[in-house]
């Protein structure tokens, strides 16, 4: 679940209460969990008292997760909304969201610079992703390569979700919850990418600098020799920002020449929170640098 906590009424007035902190405080009773997932939706106008309590739990538990309230009520013109799979708005009542996790794109990537297979021990899970050329990494091929592999992965990725929800509804609809719903409810369906910024890192790396695979007696890559300085991402610098972009749109464009389960819309997060570490631990050594088993950026 996402709790959403705090925001303000068009008229100014906060909806901050008693129990509004209550929420805040079951963090420090708790203390680490993945749940509940508290997300402060955060004003200008929002009681002192209120923002110095979120700012003291932010910086004792780094649990707290915050959504401009201002904005969103601008844009989405309405502030009777929540927030579900951590970031994602939903008019109350109106909408509702089939949870599709995170896709793994490092891995993707390393799918593309190993001929479709896994980079632990070699295994042919991808068939028909061609061979590199020996030496650095050519960024052009790299990319022709990740385009292949990033639509497969969004070909299996979307009919997972589609099968997940399928028997999800099938073997346990949640009827108490959807009575609160409208009869005429509009779906989404929340696709994510897990470690953005390896991805726009390591093609910036094969671009920029020089990037030496060094493969074991199988030919898979297991570590990089990295030759020279490149643009990273989260500088404000166009070089790498323009990368990341590149890959979103074009992974997001894959996943919606698949159907969805219910006419879902398709929707695109760019996180990795919660899941940072156990991504990290199961994706081999990424051509930015990052060695195998490093947690991605959270």
Request: charged share 25%; hydrophobic share 35%; net charge negative.
């Amino acid at each position: 679940m996402t709790e959403a906590i705090g925001g303000v009424f068009k008229d100014g007035k906060s909806k901050v209460t008693k129990t509004s902190f209550r929420f805040l405080q079951t963090l420090y009773n708790l203390g680490p969990s993945p749940e509940p997932n508290l997300t402060v939706l955060r004003s200008e106008k929002l009681p002192q008292g209120f923002k110095d309590f979120c700012a003291k739990v932010s910086i004792d538990t780094s649990s707290i997760q915050y959504e401009n309230d201002d904005l969103m009520t601008c844009v989405r013109g309405g502030d009777d909304y929540g927030i579900s799979c951590c970031v994602s708005y939903q008019d109350l009542g109106k909408r509702i969201q089939h949870f599709g996790a995170r896709c793994n794109m490092p891995k993707t990537l390393l799918l593309a610079l190993n001929e479709g297979r896994e980079e632990d021990q070699g295994k042919l899970v991808m068939p028909g992703v061609e061979k590199l050329s020996d030496g650095p990494l050519n960024y052009d091929e790299v990319m022709r390569n990740f385009k292949k592999t990033m639509a497969e992965t969004a070909r299996v990725y979307a009919k997972a979700m589609y099968i997940i929800h399928y028997m999800h509804d099938k073997y346990y609809y949640e009827r108490a919850q959807m009575a609160f719903v409208d009869s005429d409810y509009g779906v989404d369906i929340a696709y994510g990418i897990a470690g953005i910024s390896i991805i726009a890192d390591s093609l910036s790396a094969i671009k920029y600098a020089k990037v030496t695979p060094l493969r074991d007696e199988n030919g898979i890559a297991k570590d990089f020799q990295i030759e020279g300085d490149f643009p990273t991402y989260g500088n404000d610098d166009n070089r790498v920002d323009s990368i990341a972009q590149e890959i979103v749109k074009a992974f997001s464009e894959e996943l919606k020449k698949h159907a969805t389960y219910k006419n879902a819309n398709p929707t695109l997060s760019i996180l990795t929170i919660t899941s940072n570490v156990m991504y990290g631990k199961h994706t081999g050594a990424t051509p930015d640098g990052r060695k195998a088993g490093e947690p991605f950026a959270p």
